[in-house]
């Protein structure tokens, strides 16, 4: 609270993070549809696609492309029989994507038409140039305008083709991933109207989107923790491109992958504090023949990452990247190059993820298995890294084009006209009744004018426009219509002073929701914070099933068919439900008639096995086993409600306070048909003492357990701090008594019903609810399909009676900007006039901030808290030899009592509950 | 082994600062005395010397040691306390009568007397050493019916084999507590060898 604010203009930027089409042929047909080569195999050529006359090529499908590969010189792809086209169309230019595996000596493409004649194999010498300029690995759309072919120059225009051949004259090595191939009546490098805007919807079609660096790529193996990878899995004397997603610890350590050994091996993982990526020589230090990049871990630490390898053989380098799914940029790590030998950047010694695979690993790394988690690790054999130069994302920045706001980032739009946000609340113990368990969430509105724009900065190929972009629709118009999936797209909100770096300035992140306009108004931007995402009608955990019964089983049938159904609608083993009856299944396999499952245990959990008929839905279940709240948690978000991991504080709050405070609440449960996340969490957050929300300065969802302070909070204070303040009573808040059913004895019945459960834990306060109080009671009942534990039970209901068996109390006050560190889930104590006991005492009471906005941008901030002093303050054993107490002592660290459980001076000393 | 320290009224008294020396003790001290480590409280609930307080403090629980306490026809045992079972161990007694008989006699509380003596065992040669023990349960039971047991041999070679312990009793007109217990010969005396006395806790009396 040092921050000096005095005499500085305040400033605010919104951002949106625009993803954009990454490959590097980004210029294509806009929205034409077609022309790619599922659509042309399966329609455009269904006569067939072959290898004409090739001597040893090879064409072979693979998802929506086609890899050729030749070997021998004036071997071509050939399409023929059909026409791509109705009769009449008339097509002059043919359009190629596709990546170069290896360089040739020569490319191109020739073409037949049905009034033709035999096809010369010659390749005119102006298609070849269009290709051979080009590296290995690069990827690249050929225009082919086949009226300056010389060959068929004058045949060409308006005929239609019978046959298409697209001629690699490989030479020797030939090698191509072809992507697309479509034909056109202009040519889309000069038709500057159709040229791609790089956004989602203006690509070619999804595969030309790369929404990911690897996404155009297949992977040849896709792999998991503790998967072993043979000696020849990978091609060890090509290039390799890996990306490997990792869950990072705050202290990661280990091998996430490995190849080969101590003579030549490729490793990577954690070696002390560093992350390791290397190849080739496997000795300790390795000499000229080694190429590794070693840098610090600690800007990747607690949380998800996915890591990009790639080891280029000719170069004897390898390069290790990182990739920020949300923020969508990447990152290069390090790269290094080995001088000497790296012919093969392995030995022929296996591998494996997440620990040491075959009988070997290089020298001098960490061996032992890792200790974070790999959720992915996807291998690209034989394939060198995509150009990571290549830009994923536009940041399009709006200011509200005052002197102040210029010159924050390299490109602003002085759109921008109003920004207005609603902080997020949290609901402790949701025990408010107005809002959701989770609260509400956090959301900016932006309103911008609408303004003419010269699509400077929007359009990467404006140089080549042959029109005024300024005279064509507005900013908004434009960008509407080239981002229809605009939605979920990242929008910030920068707020800081005039001089004051971007970087500096605080940051809070939203996802936008709302798009409003444009109108005579302009348009209004909405953001909502990233737990939107599981509202009810967006996420649902189980999703319902498809599957269905082939046929009639009976009431001990241990194997029966599911239609309808594919492997992955269900778990390798669980649970499912058929009517009124749960059972267990270890396995799943494809089958005649569907898939089959193998079941362990008919009737389980409570319910009674019974004869089903067919036709009736087979739904899986989500079962959780003793299960702390952070993982439930994490799953639910990340798994069932499609939650960026990265978002998650998963390896801060989410650890730190589960093993500090939260260990002991482990939650069993098996959920057996679709209910809303949100309903999930917010069942969670109420059983299990905790809250979570989305921290909008540091963009990440936080998890924090009902307790009591833990050290000691700033102090406010009338004269120095508080602008205003004042307190409201939240009579309807009050709880004096908590029913905390538990134990539940069937899933599949009521979860409403007492007679569903076992247990019921009372807990009240009953002289709050004497007379002489509050004279009457009030009762919150819990029926909890996660608790079976009747200290769980107690636990969480004593301190919701501790809590608010009296009124529970709510401030508002408002600090400076100057002041603004506090943010929500902070916990403060205040000392007003007007906080006092009966004696007129000055009285300090501790306060959890629920929810904070600056109001007055750049002047104030109102914050809402609600009154915690009565769970009291965690206090710390303190270090060996610390001094006795005296007052004033910080009243975090613990002290011994007297038999009344005071302090020399009076003070409350600490007591273990 | 882990080790027991003391908590001194010191650490504990107001004021005082909970720290981790403290609390290192709190978790170690139960370990120690769990595991009988030096300085930690005797647990009761096992046989231990009667007169042992804490573990390693020298009390040996020997009420007779004839080199110490030289030859005596009867050798009376401590108090008894509510609370506790007792055991005897005899080792390397003798008499300095051939066929002396070794006799117990039990004080009975309210009746303020001995009772008459039993015969636990009949020395040999007055050469001869014996060794056995005695235990008597609940002597601080309130009743007509108390209940003991010994064994007792006479040291001879080296051999492995069963005994037969020998149940004795002691039947009352009225109830009564058992103050302690007096060990004798009916002739002569007890010219060597030592008489150790053990508890352990049991929850009836005290």
Redesign the interface.
């Known amino acids: 609270m040092t921050e000096t604010t005095i005499g500085r203009a305040p400033v605010q930027i919104v951002e949106i993070n625009q993803p954009i089409c990454g490959h590097v042929w980004g210029v294509g047909k806009c929205r034409a549809g077609g022309g790619n080569l599922d659509d042309i195999f399966t329609t455009d050529f269904s006569g067939g696609v072959g290898v004409w006359a090739g001597t040893t090529a090879t064409l072979t499908q693979a998802g929506d492309r086609a890899i050729f590969a030749a070997t021998g010189s004036g071997s071509y792809l050939s399409c023929s029989a059909q026409s791509p086209g109705s009769d009449g169309d008339s097509f002059r230019y043919v359009i190629a994507r596709g990546k170069l595996n290896a360089t040739a000596s020569e490319w191109g493409c020739a073409f037949q038409s049905d009034s033709m004649g035999s096809l010369s194999t010659a390749i005119d010498a102006e298609n070849k140039t269009a290709l051979s300029a080009l590296a290995a690995g690069a990827e690249f759309m050929a225009v082919w305008d086949m009226s300056d072919s010389g060959d068929y120059a004058t045949d060409w225009v308006g005929q239609e083709i019978e046959i298409l051949r697209l001629d690699f004259d490989a030479g020797s090595g030939c090698d191509i991933d072809l992507y697309s191939v479509e034909l056109a009546a202009e040519n889309p490098l000069d038709k500057n109207d159709t040229k791609c805007f790089n956004t989602r919807a203006t690509c070619q079609d999804v595969n030309n989107f790369r929404f990911r660096p690897q996404s155009h790529l297949i992977a040849d193996l896709t792999l998991v923790a503790s998967d072993t990878i043979a000696s020849g899995d990978l091609d060890r004397t090509e290039d390799l491109f890996a990306a490997i997603t990792l869950d990072v610890p705050l202290v990661p350590s280990g091998v996430v992958w490995e190849q080969g050994d101590d003579t030549d091996g490729a490793y990577f993982g954690f070696d002390g504090t560093d992350i390791v990526f290397r190849a080739g020589d496997g000795a300790d230090p390795g000499g000229t023949g080694k190429a590794e990049v070693r840098e610090a871990f600690a800007p990747y630490v607690g949380s998800r990452w996915t890591f990009l390898l790639g080891i280029d053989v000719s170069a004897r380098s390898v390069t290790l990247w990182a990739w920020d799914d949300v923020a969508r940029t990447i990152t290069e790590i390090g790269t290094d190059a080995a001088t000497t030998g790296f012919t093969s950047w392995a030995g022929t010694d296996g591998g494996a993820i997440g620990e040491e695979g075959g009988s070997g690993i290089v020298d001098g790394v960490d061996a032992t298995d890792f200790n974070g988690t790999v959720v992915s690790a996807n291998f690209y054999d034989a394939t060198a890294a995509p150009d990571m130069s290549v830009s994923l994302r536009i940041l399009l920045r709006f200011s509200h084009g005052t002197v102040e706001d210029r010159g924050l980032a390299p490109y602003v739009i002085p759109a921008l006209k109003s920004v207005s946000t609603v902080p997020t609340r949290i609901n402790l113990s949701t025990a408010d009744r107005n809002a959701t368990g989770l609260g509400n969430r956090a959301s900016v509105t932006a309103q911008f004018d609408d303004p003419n724009h010269d699509d400077l900065f929007v359009d990467p190929y404006i140089d080549g426009r042959t029109y005024d972009a300024k005279s064509r629709g507005t900013f908004w118009t434009k960008w509407a219509i080239r981002n229809p999936y605009r939605y979920n797209m990242t929008m910030k909100v920068y707020e800081g002073y005039a001089g004051e770096a971007l970087s500096a300035m605080r940051q809070r992140t939203y996802f936008i929701t709302d798009f409003m306009g444009p109108n005579q108004n302009g348009v209004n931007i909405k953001g909502i914070d990233v737990l939107s995402k599981i509202e009810e009608r967006k996420a649902q955990a189980p999703e319902a099933s498809p599957g269905t019964l082939y046929a009639d089983i009976t009431d001990s049938a241990t194997t029966f068919e599911v239609s309808g159904a594919v492997l992955t609608d269900y778990e390798a083993a669980g649970t499912l439900r058929i009517d009124d009856e749960l059972m267990t299944y270890s396995s799943v396999a494809n089958s005649a008639n569907g898939i089959e499952f193998t079941i362990t245990e008919r009737g389980s959990d409570g319910t009674t096995a019974a004869a089903h008929s067919a036709a009736e839905t087979v739904q899986r279940c989500v079962r959780y086993t003793n299960a702390t709240v952070n993982t439930i948690v994490e799953d639910l978000l990340v798994n069932w409600g499609g939650v960026p991991a990265s978002l998650l504080d998963i390896y801060g709050t989410f650890a730190s306070e589960v093993t500090s405070y939260l260990s002991g609440v482990t939650l069993s449960t098996v959920i057996n048909e679709p209910v809303s996340v949100a309903t999930l969490l917010s069942e969670l957050q109420e059983q299990g003492s905790f809250y979570i929300w989305w921290d909008e300065r540091d963009a990440i969802i936080k998890l924090r357990a009902v307790r009591g302070i833990s050290e000691q909070p700033p102090i406010l204070n009338a004269d120095e701090d508080l602008i205003e303040f004042s307190v409201k009573d939240l009579p309807r808040s009050r709880i004096s008594q908590v029913w905390f059913h538990h134990g539940l004895r069937t899933p599949v019945s009521s979860l409403k019903e007492q007679i569903n459960y076992r247990y019921v834990q009372i807990q009240a306060d009953l002289a709050s609810e004497g007379d002489d109080q509050h004279g009457e009671k009030s009762v919150r009942k819990i029926f909890s399909r996660w608790v079976n534990s009747t200290a769980i039970a107690l636990s969480t209901a004593s301190k919701i009676v501790t809590r608010y068996a009296d009124v529970p109390r709510e401030a508002i006050f408002v600090l400076d900007a100057k002041d603004r560190n506090l943010w929500v889930g902070d916990a403060i104590q205040i000392t007003h006039p007007r906080e006092i006991d009966e004696f007129g005492a000055p009285l300090t009471r501790t306060w959890t901030i629920i929810s904070a906005e600056e109001h007055e941008h750049g002047h104030a901030v109102r914050y809402t808290a609600q009154d915690t002093t009565l769970y009291g303050t965690i206090v710390k054993i303190q270090a060996a030899s610390a001094a006795d107490y005296t007052p004033g002592a910080d009243p975090t660290l613990a002290f011994i009592g007297d038999e009344n459980g005071k302090l020399s001076d009076g003070t409350d000393c600490a007591r273990i509950a | 082994m882990t080790a027991y320290t003391a908590i001194e009224d010191t650490?504990?008294?107001?004021?005082?600062?909970?720290?981790?020396?403290?609390?290192a003790r709190w978790r170690d001290n139960p370990i120690g005395m769990a595991e009988g480590a030096d300085g930690a409280p005797v647990i009761a609930a096992g046989w231990h010397p009667y007169d042992m307080v804490d573990v390693g403090d020298g009390a040996d629980g020997v009420v007779y040691d004839n080199a110490v306490d030289g030859n005596q026809a009867s050798v009376a045992m401590p108090d008894f306390e509510d609370g506790f079972n007792y055991r005897f161990l005899f080792d390397g007694l003798s008499a300095t009568v051939g066929s002396a008989q070794f006799r117990i006699q039990l004080y009975k509380e309210t009746g303020a007397a001995y009772s008459s003596a039993y015969t636990l065992h009949t020395f040999g040669l007055n050469s001869a050493t014996h060794a056995g023990r005695c235990e008597l349960l609940l002597p601080r039971y309130s009743t007509r019916f108390h209940w003991g047991r010994s064994e007792m041999e006479q040291n001879t070679t080296e051999s492995i084999g069963s005994t037969t312990p020998n149940d004795f009793r002691l039947r009352l007109a009225s109830a009564d507590t058992i103050l302690r217990a007096q060990f004798l010969v009916h002739s002569g005396s007890i010219d060597a060898g030592t008489i150790i006395m053990q508890r352990q806790r049991e929850y009836l009396t005290g």
């Open positions: 650490r504990i008294d107001t004021d005082s600062p909970l720290d981790t020396i403290l609390a």
